[in-house]
């Protein structure tokens, strides 16, 4: 009876061994789909989802490839041809750019264009045609070109308001990240009234922060807001690995608007300041100071001329502090650039200053700072 029963038990060992093995093989030929299977019915897009394709296919036809072609340098005959290290011989220089007007005029970084030679526009139809710089404007990062003959001329692209932008509000960025062309990101303004570093020790204020990914070859695209206008020129991008790290910066419209006419008719536009080197805010709000520090005076400046001081170059004390400008409160300089920028170039500034502990006033006229040595 024993062995009876251990064999019963060894029987329907084997046989759910047996059957745990071809499990698979008779899954596969009783269930093996080997056609294409049936599509599921989708449904409508969401709304958010229409919105976007739909301010996507309204812009993109306005956004074009900029190649500026780099001319060899001297140091591009020190590359190890079989290492790889060292310089990379020629290339381009390529960003991205949008039609500004039905004249043909493009808008794009000064950076993008900077030091090449011959330039070509790649068109959203594919068509390649060169370009002509027009204006450039180094201390907004910005330029203007205009494009050669073309078969059928881009629309303009839609311009909005940065006046009244908010930190938290959808923004798209078109471009051509890393030759990609046409590349749509999306994501918020992350923040407004950041400063950016430009061209010969500068610095723009009023700067877009926004997490949409911005790449090389994303720079002097638009940065859209919802409903599809320009509110931002894409310029930077921090990040120590040179890609996105979701802090990408943006150059308002409202600058655009204003120095891109300047470029097409006259190929520069004004830069009214005073002639200061400012401390850097995170600096002064560690000492506990509201205003801007003036670190340095620019020689022949308004601003010597009106009799501003710096940091004492020998003990490091504080000079002035600018705290009022025009009547309105300076707690930072984005503040005083925005007086300035209104007042425009050889217009009186009544600057209220904290001077060893003295408030006192002082009356600069603004110049032109563009046509100024530091």
Same mark, same amino acid.
């Given at each position: 009876?024993?062995?009876?029963? *251990? $064999? ?19 899954? /596969? ?5 080997? !056609? +294409? ?8 897009? =969401? ?11 309204? &812009? ?14 001297? !140091? ?45 526009? $790649? *068109? ?35 311009? /909005? ?24 990101? @999306? %994501?918020?303004?992350? =923040?407004?009234?950041?400063? *950016? ?8 204020? %009023? ?8 790449? +090389? ?28 790290? %979701?802090?990408?910066? &943006? ?23 005073? %002639?200061?080197?400012? =401390?850097?805010?995170? =600096? ?20 010597? &001329? ?59 006229? @603004? ?8």
């Amino acid at each position: 009876m024993p062995d009876r029963f *251990l $064999r019963g038990a060894l029987v329907a060992a084997l046989v759910l061994l047996a059957l745990f093995v071809a499990q698979p093989y008779v899954t /596969g030929l009783l269930y093996s789909v080997e !056609q +294409p299977r049936a599509i599921t019915p989708r449904g409508d897009l =969401a709304p958010a989802e229409s919105s976007t394709v739909a301010l996507f296919e309204r &812009a993109a036809p306005s956004v074009v490839y900029v190649f500026a072609r780099r001319a060899p340098r001297a !140091q591009d005959l020190m590359r190890d041809p079989y290492s790889g290290q060292g310089e990379q011989g020629g290339g381009d220089q390529t960003g991205t750019g949008f039609v500004w007007d039905a004249a043909g005029h493009i808008v794009t970084n000064n950076h993008v264009i900077q030091g090449g030679g011959e330039i070509s526009v $790649r *068109l959203s139809t594919g068509e390649t045609v060169p370009a002509t710089v027009v204006g450039t404007a180094p201390n907004y990062d910005l330029a203007v070109l205009k494009l050669g003959r073309v078969s059928k001329m881009p629309p303009p692209i839609a311009i /909005g308001s940065s006046a009244d932008l908010k930190v938290g509000q959808s923004v798209y960025a078109i471009g051509n990240p890393f030759g990609l062309d046409h590349t749509l990101t @999306t %994501g918020v303004i992350s =923040a407004l009234q950041r400063r *950016l570093p430009t061209a010969e020790g500068r610095e723009l204020s %009023g700067v877009i922060q926004t997490d949409a990914a911005i790449n +090389p070859g994303n720079s002097g695209g638009p940065l859209l807001d919802s409903a599809g206008r320009v509110i931002g020129v894409n310029t930077a991008i921090f990040s120590p690995s040179g890609a996105s790290a %979701g802090i990408g910066f &943006a150059v308002p419209i409202d600058v655009v608007n204003r120095v891109v006419p300047d470029l097409i008719r006259t190929g520069r536009t004004p830069t009214p300041g005073i %002639g200061i080197v400012a =401390a850097q805010e995170e =600096a002064a709000a560690q000492l506990g100071i509201d205003g801007v520090v003036v670190v340095r005076v620019v020689r022949g400046s308004p601003a010597a &001329a009106a009799g501003l001081r710096g940091l004492d170059p020998t003990t490091g004390d504080i000079g002035d502090i600018i705290v009022g400008a025009n009547g309105r409160p300076v707690h930072r300089l984005a503040d005083l650039t925005a007086v300035i920028q209104a007042a425009g170039v050889g217009q009186t500034v009544e600057l209220t200053i904290l001077r060893d502990g003295r408030m006192r006033t002082l009356q600069v006229t @603004t110049a032109d700072m563009g046509q100024q040595r530091q």
